[in-house]
């Protein structure tokens, strides 16, 4: 990976790997338009928080969600603002002793959505359907959109509008009391972590978007040290619970590298 120009650029030898959410093949340029699947969104690869205070434009893609007010919403509240203040993020991502596992994810689930929410709003000017048509990470990964529901084939958006579906459909899910219960002693179902993976593997799309097509300008607006630190607490909790496979960490892989490996 080479840093050039205020952008990450990556070389990926003119393979093309095509992701229908789990299956994936790696492919050569011309043969795009294979392995499609109705009911899922499909990966293209065509190869793609935090200072402590916040970005200077503070302008939220969507309305902040709150934290599911579960048995130990507030009591883990406290303990990730406390962990995150103290600035060891990997000890704030690992779960605290005796607390559930789900209850954890959930609430870290909707953190993570509102700091990606925030970072994107800072750039919804700049991200506009004549400057980014395709929801592309660099010039080799384009993803589409399909939630299996509305839109069952995969379709080509532009990144503001994959943008808008994929926020959307978390939204969907974290105001779903089925997924994310809001009542005290509402068990989660049994494939909580599931949708979790989910939301984490479409999150980080955001992200790969954001560091291959918009970094300089994150730079010009010098919000560039907040948004490597964000990335790299997204990345740690990620890794810490197994959340997103590899191939789908492709298109960022050597900065994610750089951060889960000690120096």
Not at 96 to 116: H, K, M, R, S, Y
Not at 161 to 189: A, C, N, R
Request: negative net charge; hydrophobic residues 40%; charged residues 25%.
């Amino acid at each position: 990976m080479k840093k050039a120009d205020g952008r990450w650029k990556y070389w990926w030898w003119g393979l093309m790997i095509v992701v229908v959410d789990g299956i994936s093949d790696i492919k050569e340029v011309d043969d795009l338009d294979r392995g499609e699947r109705d009911g899922e969104d499909e990966v293209i690869y065509v190869v793609s928080c935090m200072v402590w205070g916040g970005p200077k434009n503070q302008r939220t893609f969507r309305p902040k969600k709150s934290a599911p007010s579960g048995s130990k919403g507030a009591q883990l509240r406290k303990h990730i603002d406390a962990t995150l203040g103290s600035g060891n993020l990997r000890e704030a991502v690992r779960l605290p002793p005796g607390e559930d596992i789900n209850e954890w994810l959930a609430v870290n689930t909707v953190d993570f959505f509102n700091q990606v929410n925030l970072l994107y709003g800072t750039l919804t000017e700049f991200c506009t359907p004549d400057s980014c048509p395709t929801m592309a990470a660099g010039p080799k990964y384009e993803y589409r959109w399909a939630d299996g529901v509305q839109i069952k084939k995969p379709i080509e958006v532009s990144a503001p509008k994959y943008v808008e579906y994929l926020m959307d459909w978390i939204e969907s899910q974290l105001d779903d009391e089925s997924i994310f219960p809001q009542k005290l002693g509402t068990p989660f179902p049994n494939n909580f972590r599931d949708v979790v993976k989910t939301i984490f593997k479409r999150l980080f799309r955001v992200y790969a978007h954001i560091y291959h097509t918009h970094f300089q300008k994150i730079v010009s607006l010098k919000e560039e040290a907040h948004l490597n630190t964000c990335f790299k607490h997204f990345i740690l909790f990620t890794c810490e619970f197994c959340l997103i496979d590899n191939k789908e960490l492709a298109p960022l892989q050597e900065l994610i590298e750089s951060i889960v490996i000690p120096h």
